[in-house]
């Protein structure tokens, strides 16, 4: 009887000071990931604001003057997100500048957030901590803070959501929180309409797990959606749904590079782009894996089922209808994955969650490692090409990459859209001066004058092929 | 059965809406994602072109038959003419300036069209946008100072058409002065007579 009580004294000793030393070791870990997160945040907030693609250049005027139809910005509109840059505007007065903070902040938001959204689904500090440093090391983070689109702010805005959900489908809901995470979600939307996909799944999956609470889910929604719809109807009328078909035609058969563009049209896939991603096969497999691992689970968290539902939901969308030279359109893959993974509880194989998640992490930092410029003075590609061509003012340059950017910051030049290639070779053919293709394929036996090397995952190297005499073949 | 129902009946109030929406008010549509031969003919028209086929340019020109009329008889006359001269000379660049001088007359037809029309918001937007889409079509082919001009003042043009709203809040009034004088900038520029 005493040997029991003093082997159970021992036991209750030996996992006091275990959970002392987790708790002791759980601090100075926090402290050296803050300290790592404070060094990226002012490593990205070191890089100059710098127009990256048309797509920017149409958000910065939107900060200015809304109106999809008018390409400020282009369909779907952005709503919230322009809504946040706005807010931005009121601090910075200058659009490009308050465009540049939304998305740094949006940017920079993320890993905490997910650190949240793990905490409240297993209250585990250190699985949050976990979610929190693989968000950080994701390698398309540096794209969402400064490529100046609208990619992050729909991803923070479904963590938000993810975030509010109750950690077990039995809880007491109340009405408030669910409200709360659909209007979360619908301002997730309104911020990225182009992932309805993905967000149309996380509250299908909600929906699933929490049965419940359906009434204040889809009222929190309609709360923001209706308004937002209200306003887009207010200003664009039915004409919004026109360009809205237009586009979507147009982004599907003719510029998207979709697998429903005709063949002359379309370069890559999504394979190709996932597979010349260093660490890219692993990075999507595992997240995929983490989902379907969630899934299989009978009573997973709300917010894990959720996240584990929007993830195939979102890859079956982009393999559809995305442009695979988008790499960001995998952002919301890579941050629920994360999530996932530190969510994830394997039963009997514990060290097996730890395996993925090394993995993942070590996949991480071989793509950053191999896609990163560290210099935070090197601009985008496209405003490299713009310095190059402006010393050569007699240029004509055909590109489907920047073509607003270039005509708007380049007025003396001749600049000509290969989305029209019949239209820009002759342009190009009949040229006065130094004829040149920009372009991110990188040209075969072509005549490269220059390139200009994207600084992270997901910015595309640019091409300047010279054209050398005017020939109809060009 | 009856919320089905229900949301049917809202499903078709809507599509009727935007159908009746869509149709066009006058000869052409005035809708932004409305067909526009001579923008949808250029590729057809520019690749025979370019590869020396000047059969098959005759035929995307014929293409443009319906709309080349319009034009010729209403906005640019002698176009037809100028686009029969060319494909004859086989010159591209002429097939080039006679493509510019049809755009050319397109903006004009719209950015008229949004004069007459100032008072309704939505079409006068959505004809200046038609005259940006034709804009951008020739845009790398005009000289840079004209495209400048142009480029500017379709946007002063776009701000002079006002604003609803958002039902009411924050709306602002046409402005026909500055219209006329960024419409009048525009035309200046592309060499059309005022």
């Known amino acids: 009887m005493t040997q029991n009580r003093s082997i159970q004294g021992a036991t209750a000793t030996t996992a006091a000071a275990t959970a002392g030393g987790a708790r002791s070791s759980f601090t100075p870990a926090l402290l050296a990931s803050l300290l790592l997160y404070a060094a990226i945040a002012l490593w990205l907030a070191s890089h100059p604001v710098s127009l990256s693609s048309d797509d920017a250049l149409f958000l910065l005027h939107a900060l200015k003057r809304f109106s999809v139809l008018d390409f400020s910005p282009q369909f779907p509109g952005y709503p919230g997100f322009v809504a946040l840059g706005r807010l931005a505007l009121s601090i910075s007065h200058d659009p490009l500048d308050a465009l540049g903070l939304t998305t740094l902040l949006v940017a920079l938001a993320l890993p905490p957030m997910a650190g949240l959204v793990v905490w409240r689904v297993t209250g585990d500090r250190w699985r949050a901590l976990l979610a929190f440093l693989l968000t950080l090391a994701c390698p398309l983070l540096p794209d969402i803070a400064l490529s100046l689109l609208s990619d992050g702010s729909g991803i923070l805005f479904l963590l938000t959501f993810l975030s509010l959900l109750p950690r077990a489908s039995q809880e007491n809901l109340g009405f408030l929180q669910p409200f709360l995470a659909g209007a979360a979600l619908a301002f997730a939307g309104a911020c990225r309409p182009s992932d309805a996909v993905l967000l149309a799944c996380a509250l299908l999956g909600a929906l699933i797990a929490l049965p419940r609470a359906w009434k204040a889910l889809l009222a929190g929604g309609l709360a923001v959606t209706i308004p937002t719809l209200a306003v887009l109807f207010a200003l664009e009328g039915t004409l919004y749904w026109q360009e809205g078909l237009r586009f979507f035609a147009g982004n599907a058969m003719l510029w998207g590079n979709t697998p429903f563009a005709g063949t002359s049209a379309r370069h890559r896939n999504w394979l190709g782009a996932v597979a010349s991603l260093p660490g890219g096969p692993v990075l999507i497999a595992l997240p995929l894996i983490a989902a379907l691992a969630v899934l299989r689970r009978r009573r997973a968290p709300p917010a894990a089922f959720a996240a584990a539902l929007a993830l195939p939901g979102h890859m079956v969308w982009i393999l559809a209808f995305q442009n695979p030279d988008h790499l960001r359109h995998l952002a919301p893959i890579l941050i629920l994955g994360g999530i996932l993974l530190a969510t994830m509880k394997l039963p009997g194989a514990k060290s097996l969650t730890a395996i993925a998640a090394s993995l993942y992490a070590i996949a991480a930092f071989w793509c950053m490692a191999l896609t990163l410029d560290p210099n935070p003075e090197h601009l985008p590609p496209l405003a490299q090409a713009l310095s190059f061509l402006r010393a050569e003012p007699q240029a004509v340059v055909a590109t489907n990459n920047g073509v607003f950017t270039l005509r708007t910051l380049l007025p003396r030049h001749h600049i000509y859209d290969m989305h029209y290639p019949a239209d820009a070779r002759l342009g190009l053919a009949m040229a006065k001066g130094p004829a040149y293709r920009l372009t991110t394929t990188r040209p075969e036996n072509g005549n490269i004058v220059a390139a200009f090397p994207g600084r992270f995952a997901g910015e595309e190297t640019m091409w300047l092929e010279r054209k050398r005499s005017p020939r109809p073949d060009l | ?194």
């Open chain 2, 1 to 194: 059965m009856r919320r089905l129902g229900f949301l049917i009946a809202l499903f078709a109030i809507f599509a009727g809406m935007t159908v009746v929406k869509t149709v066009p008010a006058q000869a052409y549509s005035y809708a932004a994602a409305g067909a526009e031969p001579l923008l949808d003919g250029r590729e057809a028209l520019f690749s025979a072109v370019s590869a020396g086929n000047w059969d098959a340019a005759q035929k995307a020109v014929d293409q443009l038959k319906p709309e080349l009329d319009y034009l010729d008889t209403h906005e640019q006359p002698g176009i037809k003419k100028a686009f029969a001269d060319a494909i004859a000379a086989k010159d591209p660049a002429k097939v080039k300036a006679s493509f510019v001088l049809a755009a050319s007359a397109e903006i004009e037809r719209r950015v008229n069209g949004a004069r007459d029309n100032l008072k309704d918001y939505q079409t006068a937007k959505v004809l200046i946008v038609k005259s940006q889409r034709f804009y951008t079509a020739i845009a790398g082919d005009l000289p840079p100072d004209v495209s400048k001009i142009v480029s500017t003042n379709l946007q002063k043009a776009l701000d002079a058409v006002g604003n609803p709203g958002v039902f009411g809040v924050g709306a602002k009034k046409a402005d026909p002065a500055a219209f006329a004088q960024a419409r009048a900038a525009v035309l200046k520029a592309l060499g059309r007579p005022n």
